[in-house]
Nanobody, 116 residues
Framework: QVQLVESGGGLVQAGGSLRLSCVAS????????MGWYRQAPGKQRELVAA???????TYTDSVKGRFTISRDNAKNTVYLYMNSLKPEDTAVYYC??????????WGKGTLVTVSS
C-alpha cells in the first residue's frame, strides 16, 4: 500500500505563487509515475502535470510555462511549483502515484484558491 499526503495549498492573489508537496510512504515501487491533478467545482478532475521516476514530465497546455513539476526520489516527494497563478487555477489539487501494474493511489487533496 502507498499513502500520499499533500500540502502547500492556500489562498493567493492572482499573479502569485505556491509550491505544493506530496510525500509518499509505504511500499513504493521503484518504477512509477507521480502526478498532480485538479478538480474545480462542477468540473471533472484533470491532469495538471506528471513526472516519471526517470524524470520525464508532461503538462496540460493551460499550465505550460507557469507550473513546474519535480521530484526527489530519495524523499519520495513530488513538488508542483505554481507561478503566475490565475483565478481559473482555483481547485482542489490531488497527488497520484501510478504503478506500472495499473494500480493508482491518490492523496486526499489540498485546496488552492486564487483571488482576482
Amino acid at each position: 500500500q502507498v499513502q500520499l499526503v499533500e500540502s502547500g495549498g492556500g489562498l493567493v492573489q492572482a499573479g502569485g505563487s505556491l509550491r505544493l508537496s506530496c510525500v509518499a510512504s509505504g511500499i513504493i515501487p521503484s518504477m512509477n509515475v507521480m502526478g498532480w491533478y485538479r478538480q474545480a467545482p462542477g468540473k471533472q478532475r484533470e491532469l495538471v502535470a506528471a513526472i516519471s521516476s526517470g524524470g520525464s514530465t508532461t503538462y496540460t497546455d493551460s499550465v505550460k510555462g507557469r507550473f513546474t513539476i519535480s521530484r526527489d526520489n530519495a524523499k519520495n516527494t513530488v513538488y508542483l511549483y505554481m507561478n503566475s497563478l490565475k483565478p481559473e487555477d482555483t481547485a482542489v489539487y490531488y497527488c497520484k502515484l501510478a504503478r506500472s501494474s495499473g494500480v493508482d493511489y491518490w492523496g486526499k487533496g489540498t485546496l488552492v484558491t486564487v483571488s482576482s
